[in-house]
């Protein structure tokens, strides 16, 4: 019983791993299962920190709390805040893109130099794919209705076909 | 001199360079049971499955992904990489990486000095010359004509063409001028045309372009692939000559990957031809290396072939190498003797040994002739999604306008039409590129998502392989000031384009509107390296029309013409045979032989000429 619980508090709406999905969902466009289908939910979570430190990431998790509770039922009023709040800011939104960077590519971008001249600049603040599996995993390749180069091949012939919604040609 | 041993270093034949041309000499001679010392500079990778896997996670991780990016540098044997070509300024050279370039133009082709050669990196594509590219000089009054004759090449062609597994269709190649021997079919039917091509092939419906005054036809067809298809049930192989089929033959089996012979039966559309194909259903020399008899043929990697010793009676005595165990670590020198020599390290690495040997130069023409296919592209935004991102990079392409008249003037093409949008265009990147500038305009969520579902569907690229002429200031040379990490020389490049190919590269201006036209792409979804000129500037080209253009070219990783080969001792550097004029017992093979370009990618022909060298060359070891 100890472990489910720590499972479903783990998981609880309000838990700090699911606000960073719900942070995820909102930035990507991909919704939870989505997102957790990819298997790198964990792996997102704990880079993160382990780049910027928990100081910063923690400050970036509250800004999307109160992002996230002022815009709660209504989507329009979520996204502009989203946008002021979190995209504009030169705080939080390189962190934020390098977050959609991680989920549509896999890729960790060397944070701005204007970022770093506040933050100063990380260790481990580099340019690099995490994984083998992060890259196949980029939502991209979803968002173009395509497959990951060199990876999750469509099968012989298959391009012949025409794409979702288009008629042969 | 048959025995097969391990201890004495003398052979029957010393193949210098491990790609599809040595490993092909490797097998032709092995199996008339000569013995070979195959010297490979690189690493021996990916001789089992597991460990060629290894490059293709390798490439998923890497954030460059260009040609290379599989295979890790190895400074015991640089191979040159995209990452490393800038813009060269007029009469700066460009020191970076591997090669040496001193312009004019950026020489922006590479190759891969690992085991297997380029194949493991190439796309793949392998249409044959047509006859009228061996005759250029007769033909049309440019150039030189080949040794050879379409015909004298031909029965090579299907040898080669059953040896590495080509998926074509014969009526298709005879469409646009290929002639085949009676009873010749391709062993593998061709690679479905992608979804893009049909919309392309559709629109191009009886289009004609004017090339000089005369009107041609833009006409789509299938490229001939080396990668995995259905076989054709109805082929017999050619005859062990090529001459004639052999009817009681068996139909062709496809050839999967090393190591694992179920896996690559078929290409699976991983999109990744270049620069790396995760199932093997592309051929790579390492199919052939794979099926070597060892007990014939001594395969040794990581040895760089430093030099070739010549006798008091010009005969070639041997080869000097250093061999490293580790990359970028101590080198210990070696010789070995044979035979005979076969240098078939590529056209740039078997000039390079070549002048460092003082080898084989009695014409001067050794490095010299460097040719490419220059590649110029044009892409546009299609009003609805193409369907990009889910097969071989290329599957079809225009080769109507390979040949004609206008060759008098300028420079014919063969048309690429790509399958992953505007992979080659400059800064383009698609699909991370896309990604790049969405962030920079701050979108997120389902608006990101919706933009890269419309814009990078509908990316067209299409894409011209270029005539370039024999130039004997286009040339490689070596340099005591530019050394690599153990001490052999760096290629030392001098390239520039004539106006016979500037000027095809603003005709082919003409035919990408003709068919974006055809398409419904409104001009302003119309791009074009090729512009014209608003600014002064001493690259603008003045074409005929009167007109200035800026122009721009990348390098299609053709490199040809280094060791060409010719009728007289005094204006080549091999004979038809690929056989040295200055030394009997020296080969000098590869796509450094071809005395011109045409229009097609040239490994295959390479390889058709590599296979009848080896008669040849057996017939002097007999």
């Known amino acids: 019983m100890d472990h489910d619980r720590a499972v479903a508090a783990h998981h609880a709406p309000d838990s700090p791993l699911q606000q960073f999905v719900s942070l995820s969902v909102t930035l990507t466009g991909f919704d939870d299962a989505e997102l957790w289908g990819t298997g790198l939910v964990n792996t997102y979570y704990a880079l993160f920190p382990s780049i910027v430190g928990d100081a910063v990431f923690g400050d970036f998790m509250t800004r999307w709390n109160y992002t996230h509770r002022r815009g709660a039922g209504d989507a329009s009023q979520l996204h502009t805040l989203v946008r002021q709040q979190i995209l504009d800011d030169p705080d939080f ?77 | 001199m048959s025995t097969p041993t391990s201890d004495i270093r003398h052979f029957d034949a010393i193949v210098v360079g491990g790609g599809p041309i040595g490993a092909h000499v490797a097998r032709e001679l092995s ?57 060269i300024d007029p009469g700066t050279p460009d020191l970076n990486g591997y090669q040496v370039e001193f312009g004019p133009q950026t020489f922006a082709s590479t190759y891969l000095r690992q085991l297997g050669g380029t194949t493991l990196h190439w796309l793949g594509t392998t249409p044959r010359f047509l006859p009228n590219d061996f005759q250029l000089a007769t033909k049309y009054g440019v150039g030189m004509d080949w040794p050879v004759t379409y015909d004298d090449v031909e029965p090579d062609y299907c040898l080669a063409e059953w040896s590495i597994g080509v998926s074509a269709d014969r009526k298709e190649q005879e469409g646009i001028g290929i002639p085949f021997q009676k009873g010749y079919e391709f062993p593998m039917l061709p690679i479905p045309a992608s979804y893009s091509d049909q919309v392309i092939d559709k629109a191009t419906k009886g289009l004609t372009v004017a090339l000089a005054n005369r009107r041609y036809p833009v006409t789509v067809s299938r490229l001939p692939q080396a990668r995995n298809s259905i076989p054709n049930p109805r082929a017999r192989p050619p005859k062990p000559d090529g001459r004639g089929i052999d009817p009681h033959g068996a139909p062709y089996r496809p050839v999967g990957a090393v190591g694992n012979p179920d896996v690559g039966l078929r290409c699976e559309g991983n999109s990744a031809c270049i620069p790396i194909c995760p199932v093997q259903a592309k051929y790579s020399a390492l199919k052939t290396i794979d099926k070597l008899d060892r007990r014939y043929v001594t395969l040794e990697a990581q040895t760089v072939v430093t030099k070739l010793t010549i006798d008091d009676n010009g005969r070639i005595s041997g080869v000097e190498y ?41 014409s001067d023409q050794v490095g010299r002739n460097l040719m490419d296919h220059p590649f110029s592209s044009s892409w546009a935004l299609a009003p609805r999604s193409m369907g990009i991102f889910r097969g071989p990079l290329q599957s079809s392409g225009i080769e109507s306008l390979r040949d004609g008249e206008f060759r008098r003037e300028f420079a014919a093409f063969r048309i690429d039409l790509s399958n992953v ?43 011209f392989d270029l005539e370039q002429l024999p130039e004997s200031q286009n040339r490689v040379t070596i340099s005591r000031e530019f050394k690599d990490a153990i001490g052999c020389y760096r290629p030392v490049i001098r390239y520039g384009l004539s106006d016979y190919t500037w000027q095809s590269m603003v005709e082919s201006m003409k035919v990408s509107r003709a068919i974006y036209q055809r398409m419904g792409i409104p001009d302003a979804d119309q791009h074009y390296v090729t512009s014209d000129a608003t600014q002064p500037d001493e690259r603008n080209f003045r074409a005929r029309d009167g007109k200035d253009y800026l122009l721009n070219f990348v390098g299609a990783g053709h490199h040809m013409g280094t060791h060409r080969m010719g009728l007289w001792r005094t204006n080549s550097v091999v004979d038809r045979d690929q056989r040295s004029w200055d030394h009997e017992n020296l080969y000098v093979v590869g796509c450094g032989s071809f005395p011109t370009t045409g229009t097609a990618n040239p490994t295959l022909t390479a390889l058709a000429l590599a296979l009848r060298s080896t008669r040849h060359m057996l017939s002097q070891l007999h």
């Open chain 1, 93 to 169: 939104g390189p962190l934020a893109r390098n977050l959609i960077s991680l989920w549509y590519t896999g890729q960790w971008n060397q944070l701005p130099a204007a970022w770093r001249n506040v933050h100063g600049a990380w260790a481990n603040d580099a340019t690099f794919i995490v994984s083998s599996a992060a890259y196949s995993e980029g939502l991209v390749w979803k968002a173009i209705h395509a497959h990951p180069i060199a990876a999750k091949q469509p099968g012989y012939g298959s391009w012949a076909l025409p794409p979702d919604g288009e008629e042969p040609a």
């Open chain 2, 31 to 87: 199996n008339a049971h000569k013995t070979v010392l195959l010297l490979e500079a690189g690493r021996a990778g990916g001789l089992t499955y597991e460990g060629y896997r290894s490059y293709v996670t390798n490439f998923h991780t890497q954030v460059a992904k260009d040609t290379n990016s599989p295979y890790p540098a190895n400074a015991s044997a640089p191979s040159p990489r995209e990452i490393d070509l800038t813009q």
């Open chain 2, 322 to 362: 250093l061999s490293y165990d580790t990359e970028g670590g101590a080198t210990t020198a070696g010789r070995a003797t044979a035979n005979i020599y076969v240098l078939a390290g590529h056209a740039i690495e078997n000039a390079k040994l070549l002048l460092a040997s003082g080898a084989a130069n009695g």
């Open chain 2, 421 to 463: 949008g505007w992979d080659i265009v400059p800064d383009a990147n698609p699909p991370y590129g896309d990604v790049s500038r969405a962030l920079a305009k701050n979108m997120f969520g389902p608006a990101l998502r919706r933009h890269l579902g419309d814009i990078v569907p509908r990316q067209v690229r299409v894409g």
